[in-house]
């Protein structure tokens, strides 16, 4: 039984003085990927993990914005070790093809970043038939989580870093209508995609921790931070609230950040844990372990996902059902 108290379980990460990217360790001789790298939270993440060693993979699905982003960082440190892949998680299979590509020219991955996401835009489909924002923010990224897992297995200290959202707390999964076609509304679908996010971090330690697997995923929310997301292809009511009335409220993407960085870095991060912003009502701060909404704690509604998942996107992982 749990006995700390609320104070004790959203403790700071550090007592003594807030989690900076100074103190990023050493990330020399590591190779990460960073999903959605072209701009935003993903560049800022590229940027402060390439800035302390690592090889860094952007992986995006605009190549040209990508390489604009990889000249960025380089800019800024010559000596920083970045390539541009293209991936489209909207289209598995892009991420077939993305994981074909690193295999061939890696042979480890230490960091999987699943930061890419969109918010909120006018309901689509994607190559394969799911709704967008499923299909990007949840779907994509599951899939690749699994295509890479023998990558991953392959470095000293793996970790899958999946970056949900505060609005994971107001969601809830419909798996009657998961396509939207009966009725959708653009921010319940975001808020669905991010709970789906949320769902898959945990499960997925879950079952890594049955495997006994060293891997371990590690969940972030950037808390509120200025991005292009509440902007670009977003519905009109989300882009009026997210990105203009509330702006001043956000904090800079390289803030926003400072979460999936830790949990990408810091030593003392477990599987399953939840990191985000330690201010008022988690919207902006320094990093601090959090807790997920109680619906994204549902272990039955977890499994249910992971199979619906691996269903539609055809990638099932060596992993066992802790349950069974």
């Known amino acids: 039984m749990d006995e ?4 004790q379980r959203n403790r700071p990460v550090t007592p003594r003085e807030p989690w900076t990217a100074d103190r990023i360790p050493d990330q020399a001789g590591r190779v990460v990927v960073v999903t959605g790298a072209g701009s935003g939270l993903g560049l800022a993440t590229a940027r402060a993990l390439a800035h302390r060693g690592a090889h860094v993979v952007l992986a995006v699905r605009d190549p040209d914005k ?4 990889a000249a960025s960082i380089t800019a800024a440190r010559p000596d920083a070790r970045v390539e541009v892949r293209r991936l489209d998680l909207t ?7 993305f994981t074909d590509g690193l295999r061939a020219d890696h042979p480890h991955l230490d960091v999987l ?10 309901r689509t489909l994607s190559a394969q038939g799911h709704e967008s924002q499923f299909a990007t923010n949840h779907l994509g990224h599951f899939a690749l989580t699994g295509l890479l897992l023998d990558l991953l297995a392959q470095a000293p200290d793996p970790r899958v870093v999946t970056v949900s959202s ?3 707390r107001k969601g809830r999964i419909d798996f009657d ?8 509304v653009p921010m319940e679908f975001y808020r669905r995609s991010k709970l789906a996010n949320t769902l898959f971090g945990l499960e997925l ?7 006994g697997s060293p891997l371990r995923s590690v969940l972030a929310h950037p808390g509120y931070s200025a991005t292009g997301l509440q902007t670009n292809g977003t519905a009109w009511v989300p882009r009026l609230v997210f990105g203009c009335l509330a702006r001043p409220l956000a904090q800079s993407a390289d803030r926003g950040a400072l979460p999936q960085v830790y949990a990408a870095t810091e030593p003392g991060v477990r599987g399953g844990e939840f990191i985000g912003p330690d201010g008022k009502g988690e919207l902006r701060g320094a990093p601090t372990r959090v807790r997920p909404a109680p619906g994204a704690l549902d272990t039955e509604v ?5 199979e619906v998942s691996e269903e539609l996107t055809r990638v099932r992982f060596p992993l066992p059902d802790p349950v069974r």
């Open 66 to 69: 990508g390489r604009t982003a």
């Open 91 to 97: 289209d598995l299979a892009s991420v077939g093809a």
């Open 4 to 7: 700390k108290t609320p104070e």
């Open 205 to 211: 330690h879950r079952r890594l921790s049955a495997a």
């Open 302 to 306: 977890a499994r249910r996902l992971w």
């Open 166 to 168: 505060l609005e994971h």
């Open 113 to 122: 970043v699943n930061n890419a996401g969109v918010m909120a835009p006018p």
């Open 177 to 184: 209508d998961l396509s939207g076609e009966r009725r959708y």
